[in-house]
């Protein structure tokens, strides 16, 4: 079996990486999948879930399971060719794979809900560099909602809205196989060191 | 409100707004004295520096900025803001004297930071209704990230992301060895935006129209682009509605050449709806055939 890892856990392994703050047990803890889901990660499973079976029209608010989400802010979204697609591709050894929220010809898009845009994290993931080259697409779009709660338990508004979009690089493809690359050797690493 | 469309065929790229940052005294006013019929707003007080410095403005107050008239931008093709950070400044000073609760001790509130933020976004959308190229330069600032060092835009607060979001192409000033190069790809340590996949761009202080250049390349290239997504997109969707409607593997195994050529995405999308399906790939014999496996 090859080794396998998900992009979002490249990524936590990525800022692990760079944070000398952050301890193993932080980085093991994802990558084993042993994190209990948030509530603002419970929200934004749902607002995903809401937005995926949305269609062409103009709306208020979304709804999924017992949450609701209220629009404060005006924002608009086109709906993509393919949505909720799931993607993979060898790095050598490592099967990185994914899943992407939507695609329109050479464009990604990632809805992202989050407490506080922050850019400067989403431009140095590298869940977008790793996207663009699995799919062979030039451009990434975020489009981000930041999300308050409001009122009752499992409502909340949708304050703001802000798109920013990222594009394909000449060294984007070796970045990415570097980054997988130094997973493939921390997981050898462990596993020595595990015996 | 939330309006959900279908998706638009892209525009033409008429203009476009670019961002070069640096440390101070690199050569970022000069670089962009280089772009086609500039117009310098000199909010840093540093255009005296640059050998080839072109039309300037100087601006004292946040009321020089807002003051321009299209008829007074009517003879440039690039408004240059040197530097956005400065320009923001005079902005932060602005809102305290329209509204001293927005401040304390010369330094806005975090309301205040939000119509900074909404008042900068505003003036950038202003600016691209001249219909003229925007340069925003800007200082960079240098932050420790572990053992490295980050290089990262000298702007303050949620302004960065305003700049973020605006602009269609990010570069990086700076020196190597001898050589002076613009670099629009990010890099572990440093932002970029790099639309059309430049290599780093080695230039010397005595360029006359490299920004011009670049600038123009940019263009032409988003436009290439933007066609061939126009092709793409068609091609992705007219695949997507087909696939949608497979139900067998013959329905796979007929059209697998084609799928082979088609974009990875439409690869992606056949490969999971022929799992969903319960099909299985032989590659020996190199069609999809029934699973006897239960699907999971």
Redesign the interface.
């Known amino acids: 079996m090859p080794l396998s890892v998900s992009v979002s856990n490249l990524e936590c392994y990525r800022v692990w990486s ?3 703050d952050l301890d193993l047990g932080w980085l093991l803890t994802r990558l084993l999948g042993k994190e209990p889901p948030t509530e603002s990660m419970e929200a934004g499973t749902a607002f995903h879930s809401a937005l995926e079976q ?7 608010a ?1 709804a999924f399971g017992d949450y609701r989400f209220d ?1 404060n802010c ?9 949505r909720e ?4 591709k060898m790095y050598d050894d490592l099967e990185v794979r994914g899943r992407v929220d939507g ?5 990604v898009v990632d809805y992202k809900t989050t407490g506080q ?4 994290r989403f ?2 993931s590298y869940q977008w560099r790793f996207y663009l080259d ?6 990434f779009q975020w489009d981000a909602f930041v999300l308050a709660e409001f009122g009752p338990p499992k409502c909340y508004e ?1 304050r703001q809205f ?10 984007l493809q070796e970045d990415c196989a570097r980054l997988a690359r130094e997973y493939s050797h921390f997981i050898s690493n462990i596993q020595q060191l595990a015996g | 409100m939330l309006k959900i469309v279908k998706a638009a065929d892209p525009v033409k790229i008429e203009r476009i707004n670019v961002c070069i940052y640096g440390p101070p005294g690199i050569g970022k006013t000069t670089l962009a004295f280089t772009a086609d019929s500039p117009l310098l707003l000199d909010a840093d007080r540093g255009s005296h520096r640059a050998a080839n410095r072109k039309d300037i403005v100087q601006i004292t107050s946040w009321s020089d900025v807002v003051s321009m008239t299209p008829q007074e931008l009517a003879p440039y093709k690039t408004l240059v803001v040197d530097t956005a950070g400065r320009a923001l400044d005079f902005l932060t000073a602005d809102i305290i004297a329209e509204n001293p609760k927005m401040g304390r001790g010369g330094a806005l509130t975090l309301q205040g930071f939000g119509v900074l933020k909404t008042r900068f976004a505003a003036w950038l959308k202003m600016l691209n209704t001249f219909g003229k190229d925007v340069v925003l330069l800007a200082h960079m600032d240098e932050q420790r990230s572990g053992d490295d060092i980050v290089e990262r835009l000298d702007v303050q607060g949620g302004s960065k992301g305003e700049i973020y979001k605006s602009v269609d192409a990010m570069g990086r000033i700076f020196i190597k060895g001898k050589d002076r190069l613009i670099d629009f790809s990010p890099r572990e340590n440093a932002f970029g935006k790099n639309p059309c996949n430049l290599d780093p761009i080695p230039f010397a202080l005595t360029e006359t129209e490299l920004l011009k250049f670049v600038m123009g390349t940019m263009k032409d290239r988003m436009n290439f682009h933007a066609e061939a997504q126009k092709v793409s997109t068609a091609e992705v969707s007219d695949w997507a509605v087909a696939i949608g409607d497979f139900a067998v593997a013959e329905d796979f195994n007929s059209a697998l050449e084609d799928i082979k050529k088609a974009p990875k995405a439409i690869q992606a999308m056949a490969a999971a709806k022929a799992r969903k399906l319960g099909l299985v790939f032989n590659k020996t014999a190199g069609i999809y055939e029934e699973s006897h496996a239960p699907v999971s």
């Not at chain 1, 005006?74 to 393919?82: E, F």
């Not at chain 1, 699995?134 to 451009?139: A, K, P, S």
């Not at chain 1, 802000?162 to 060294?171: D, K």
Request: charged content about 30%; overall charge negative.
């Open positions: 760079e944070d000398e949305a269609s062409v029209g103009e709306l208020g979304l629009f005006d924002c608009t979204i086109a709906i993509p060719s393919i697609l799931p993607v993979q695609v329109w010809g050479k464009k845009f922050d850019p400067d431009m140095e699995m799919l062979d697409c030039d451009e949708v802000h798109r920013l979009v990222q594009r394909r690089y000449p060294n």
